[in-house]
């Protein structure tokens, strides 16, 4: 959030409810609080959302929660709101929520865009409820482990927005194949950014410690076989240690295949990436 001062000595107490949206953008103020804004105006703090209600009908600002409110820059207001990438780090810090942007909405930044996410992933340290402003949808996943997870600091028009590392967003896609469209999709996104990059293999066994051994078990048969990602026998020697019960390929196919001894992992289906 761009922080600035509200000064009662200059022309702020001029300002009308109508020019909000422009003045915050002229000072480069990509939001503010209701608290804010109501000194900015000079007027009560439950006068505000009545003031702002003609620039909301107009797309000239959005409350995507509670006591912020967000300009809406002019090149975006036929979309009713900013790109969601725009405003995520400012609505979680509002809502005092640590996240990282995940899974497909991470793996487009990542270069995987084999198929453009029609919503806005995020992994939040407490529920939130699924939310569109303007044209983002956003899904909010409740995850325990955001703070152990390797995250990447991704710039955007108005900040950095937390993003998870190519290693994390890799042990995601294969943790949660229901969240990525199934494990064909999840194959696709899986060779995309292997192709885009090497993953780090170290840090991929490392960091699979966080996660259950069957998603480790998972990327590593997908990765030997649908890509040409080196040295995979750090992940392979992590599955060897953690002895549990065989894993399967696809949570959502019934639990009958041929068994990979590699992995410990049944092929439970037959996978059929079309990148």
């Given at each position: 959030?761009?922080?600035?001062?509200?000064?009662?000595?200059?022309?702020?107490?001029?300002?009308?409810?109508?020019?909000?949206?422009?003045?915050?953008?002229?000072?480069?103020?990509?939001?503010?609080?209701?608290?804010?804004?109501?000194?900015?105006?000079?007027?009560?703090?439950?006068?505000?959302?009545?003031?702002?209600?003609?620039?909301?009908?107009?797309?000239?600002?959005?409350?995507?929660?509670?006591?912020?409110?967000?300009?809406?820059?002019?090149?975006?207001?036929?979309?009713?709101?900013?790109?969601?990438?725009?405003?995520?780090?400012?609505?979680?810090?509002?809502?005092?929520?640590?996240?990282?942007?995940?899974?497909?909405?991470?793996?487009?930044?990542?270069?995987?865009?084999?198929?453009?996410?029609?919503?806005?992933?995020?992994?939040?340290?407490?529920s939130?409820?699924?939310?569109?402003?303007?044209?983002?949808?956003?899904?909010?996943?409740?995850?325990?482990?955001?703070?152990?997870?390797?995250?990447?600091?991704?710039?955007?028009?108005?900040?950095?927005?937390?993003?998870?590392?190519?290693?994390?967003?890799?042990?995601?896609?294969?943790?949660?194949i229901?969240?990525?469209?199934?494990?064909?999709?999840?194959?696709?996104?899986?060779?995309?950014?292997?192709?885009?990059?090497?993953?780090?293999?170290?840090?991929?066994?490392?960091?699979?410690?966080?996660?259950?051994?069957?998603?480790?078990?998972?990327?590593?048969?997908?990765m030997?076989?649908?890509?040409?990602?080196p040295?995979?026998?750090?992940?392979?020697?992590?599955?060897?240690?953690?002895?549990?019960?065989?894993?399967?390929?696809d949570?959502?196919?019934?639990?009958?295949?041929?068994?990979?001894?590699?992995?410990?992992?049944?092929?439970?289906?037959?996978v059929?990436?079309?990148?």
């Open positions: 959030m761009n922080n600035f001062l509200v000064n009662k000595n200059s022309n702020n107490e001029n300002l009308k409810a109508s020019d909000v949206s422009k003045w915050l953008l002229a000072h480069g103020a990509t939001s503010i609080t209701t608290d804010k804004l109501a000194a900015l105006l000079d007027v009560p703090k439950n006068h505000v959302p009545q003031r702002m209600m003609p620039l909301r009908r107009r797309s000239e600002i959005i409350s995507p929660a509670n006591g912020l409110w967000i300009p809406i820059p002019p090149e975006y207001m036929t979309w009713g709101a900013p790109p969601a990438i725009d405003f995520v780090d400012t609505l979680l810090r509002h809502l005092k929520t640590d996240y990282y942007v995940g899974w497909l909405s991470a793996a487009e930044i990542h270069g995987a865009s084999h198929h453009a996410p029609q919503v806005f992933q995020v992994a939040t340290s407490r939130l409820r699924s939310k569109t402003v303007g044209r983002s949808k956003f899904q909010f996943y409740h995850r325990e482990h955001i703070k152990q997870v390797s995250l990447v600091k991704v710039e955007t028009k108005t900040g950095m927005v937390s993003v998870s590392c190519r290693e994390t967003t890799l042990l995601d896609i294969a943790n949660d229901g969240i990525v469209g199934g494990i064909n999709n999840a194959t696709n996104l899986i060779i995309e950014m292997c192709e885009n990059e090497n993953p780090d293999i170290d840090l991929l066994a490392k960091l699979s410690e966080i996660y259950p051994v069957t998603t480790a078990r998972r990327l590593g048969y997908l030997e076989f649908f890509t040409s990602a040295r995979l026998e750090k992940l392979e020697e992590h599955c060897e240690g953690r002895k549990t019960a065989v894993s399967i390929l949570p959502q196919a019934p639990p009958i295949g041929k068994l990979n001894t590699r992995w410990n992992i049944k092929i439970n289906r037959e059929s990436p079309d990148v």
